[in-house]
């Protein structure tokens, strides 16, 4: 309204009330006359006569304007015209509201006035818009808005940590102090306005996408500047970022496709020259001498409602790893992660992923060591290996590696093969039948006994039994089966009988 009152046309308007609250930003000029119904709105400048309104109709018709939110109501008086001068019940009506009441002589034309203020709104804003969208980056569009207030402008992000700033704003957000003092100011914003301290304020507005906001724009300007003006160019500065933001967003996510379809095409071995391996790694940006561990997650979902997808869970770990130099990447309900043999630790990798993935499960098998791109796909099946036989030994959710999985790893081929499986199955039916039979637990009492090596008092002991019990047991294990316990080879056959049964299970399943 500040600004308004500076137009040639409204020179010559008294202002009678609301000095105070001339920093109101005008959105649009309306001319009606009594009563208001659903005529004007919000931010408003009214443009009436008051013409066949006696005084107590005037004062409810500033009432009225009140309560639709008008931003000021200017009346035409004068020779000629309905009312010779606002009368004085008038002009308390609108102080009692706040409400900015200025009086224009008959002789200036309302459509003068109106043409005036909707040429400059207009043109402040395009040229505001202007200066906005034609600058680079989201250090530009603060850049650009110093150029338009003349004021420190920074842009944040939603923990308050700085994404860009215009020079003024880099300057002012040098010293730590400040920026704690901006931060502690945001968080109790409600308005767009706050004061930052005794001689400054802050006009702040969100860079917002589908309701989401995604940064905050703000702009530190003396307490005594008008920020009405400023409300609307820093809010064109929050539209500015946005895009520029959904730029930044658009180009990575673009960018983590192509890696991410690299990736599982040279898993698959589908890259077989050197030559093209390297070409297209150099495209994207990737070395090829770049040591990973390397990790394939498996997401299984029991609740499509409520579990994360797989994109979710990788867009999480991505934030983890990639400043650490690592890769992730997603296909189908699978995840492929590559963290730098130094500096990550896998464990916490799998513990967040689990975090994020809950209510699902999240199945892992880590294939150790250090492995390039042109060894990935060698990486990526020793890791499913480790995954597949990880749930066969405990189930979804566990993650194993493949240094600690031992002679499953050498077995895991063996499950699917019918003739490993057939004669696993003979060796040890004798107990399977026996177990059914009369509700015993040969089985285990065989796997306990054998991961202890033979050592009969340890295996007693796992099993809470007593060493003539366990005795009797191996006795009835070796009468079944034929097989002697004291044999090595006899030994080995029931103990690889014993994995290969609990890896078929996997395979089943």
Known sequence: MAWCRTLPELASATLHTGADQLHRPIRWVAVIEWPVEHFVSTGDLVLTTGVGCDEAQLVRFVGQLAEAGAAAVCFSTGPGAPHQNVPTA???????????????????????????????????????????????????????????????????????GLLGAGPAGTDWG???????????????????????????????????????????????????????????????????????????????????????????????????????????????????????NVGVGLLEIQDAATAPSVRDVALRLRRRLVAAGGLVAWRGNELLVGARAAGVDFAMVVEEAASVAAPATLSWGLATGSYTLSTLADAVVQARTARAVTRALHGPGAAGRTDELGAFMLLHSLATDQVAARLAGEVLSPLETADKDHNSDLLGTLEVFLAENGNISSAARRLFLNRHSLIYRLRKITDLTDRDLGSHEDRLLLDISLRLRRLRAEVDR
Not at 229 to 250: N, P, S
């Open 90 to 160: 008038v002009v308390a009506a609108a102080a009692e509201v706040a409400m900015p009441l200025l009086e224009l002589p008959w002789s200036i034309r309302f459509s003068d006035v109106s043409r005036a203020i909707i040429q400059s709104l207009f043109t402040r804003d395009q040229g505001v818009n202007q200066a906005l969208l034609s600058a680079t980056g989201v250090a530009g569009v603060a850049d650009a808005l110093e150029v338009v207030l003349g004021g420190p402008v920074l842009v944040l992000d939603l923990t308050l």
């Open 174 to 292: 040098a010293s730590p102090d400040r920026l704690t003092r901006l931060r502690d100011c945001l968080t109790g914003v409600d308005a767009l306005t706050a004061q930052l301290d005794a001689d400054h304020r802050l006009v702040a507005a969100p860079a917002t996408v589908r309701a989401d906001i995604l940064a905050w724009v703000v702009a530190i300007l003396p307490t005594a500047d008008d920020p009405a003006a400023a409300e609307l160019a820093v809010a064109h500065a929050g539209t500015a970022v946005a895009i520029e933001l959904l730029r930044d967003i658009a180009a990575d996510e673009a960018e983590w496709r192509a890696r991410s379809d690299f990736l599982w095409t040279v898993a698959a071995g589908g890259i077989t020259s050197e030559h093209e391996l390297a070409a297209r790694a150099a495209l994207l940006g990737l070395p090829l001498s770049l040591g990973l």
